[in-house]
């Protein structure tokens, strides 16, 4: 007995369907994936970090965007709804439906246990093809830890970690300081 035949989709096909679904999904070079769901602590780390970057960016040219948002990436093909991307200045999309952006300058991802290596691997190797991506945020939702990527203008990436609750680390692209206490705050490890 041999593998199953995989049925391929067109781009045109995913975002057909994809505009329909109740369901997020996630589509790379024909495939299509279904997307999970985020436990509390997840939901909270977004909640934290998304208010707070929407009141700090609100009196500049950069706008926060959560995972409502799809980002394509015409490179590699890869359809995909980070946890929060970050716009700076103009908004370019993909057609005249405005739901797929392809400019990201930050992206930030708050890692689960089910996406925590894809995230960290494959997923960030597909997000360095966006040319306007600068910085790449890792949130741990299972402890106290934050890994920020920050792109140099050799285009080689700088990585830095933190993982004290008083600290504070700075997305350099938007000139934003962060606290991982404010982060963090009311978050329950499972």
Known sequence: MGAPDLKYITEES???????ATEK???FRGEVFAMSGASIPHNKI???TFVDLANKLKVTNCQPFGSDL???????????????SIICGEIE????KCDTITNPSVIIEILSPSTRDYDIGKKFTLYRDIESLK???????????ITKYFK???NSWLMTEY????????ITTVNLELKLAEIYFGVKFI
């Open 46 to 48: 977004f909640s934290n």
């Open 25 to 27: 999904h996630e589509y």
């Open 163 to 170: 993982k004290d609750i008083e600290s504070d680390f700075q």
């Open 14 to 20: 995913f975002l057909e369907s994809e505009r329909l």
């Open 70 to 84: 799809r980002i394509h990436i015409p490179q590699n093909t890869l359809f995909t709804y980070p946890d929060i």
């Open 93 to 96: 999309t993909t057609d005249d």
């Open 135 to 145: 910085e790449y945020v890792l949130i741990d939702s299972e402890k106290i830890a």
């Open 152 to 154: 140099n203008p050799d």
